[in-house]
């Protein structure tokens, strides 16, 4: 069993940024793979970063990519997601997600944080 909490989300200028935490609980937390999704007003929950259980391997959702940086720290049961450059269009609220494969789909994944509201304007 794994819980997640994030933190870190706001409200923001464009162009700002800001980086969304998201802590485990449990002792293996490093053996899962973590991703964020977010799900917009009216739209459903997308995929938006995912790094492997070692930190080796990270994918992004083409719409984030070059903006948006993943990363974990094992030590403190914790993955993170940069977001610099923001636009009114990643206003969302952000979930991360632990399961066994470094995937982009939703059913990949096992356990889900509640989610943390980040709002860009414009």
């Known amino acids: 069993q794994v819980q997640l909490v994030e933190s870190g989300g706001g409200l923001v200028q464009a162009g700002g940024s800001l980086r969304l935490s998201c802590a485990a609980s449990?002792?293996?937390?490093?053996?899962?793979?973590m991703g964020w999704f977010r799900r917009a007003p009216g739209k459903e929950r997308e995929f938006v970063a995912a790094i492997s259980w070692s930190g080796g391997s990270t994918y992004y959702a083409d719409s984030v990519k070059g903006r948006f940086s993943i990363s974990r720290d094992n030590a403190k049961n914790t993955v993170y997601l940069q977001m610099n450059s923001l636009k009114p269009e990643d206003t969302a609220v952000y979930y991360c997600?632990?399961?066994?494969?470094?995937?982009?789909?939703?059913?990949?994944?096992?356990?889900w944080g509640q989610g943390t509201q980040v709002t860009v304007s414009s």
């Open positions: 997600a632990a399961g066994w494969a470094t995937a982009r789909l939703r059913a990949e994944y096992d356990y």
């Open positions: 449990g002792r293996t937390f490093s053996s899962y793979a």
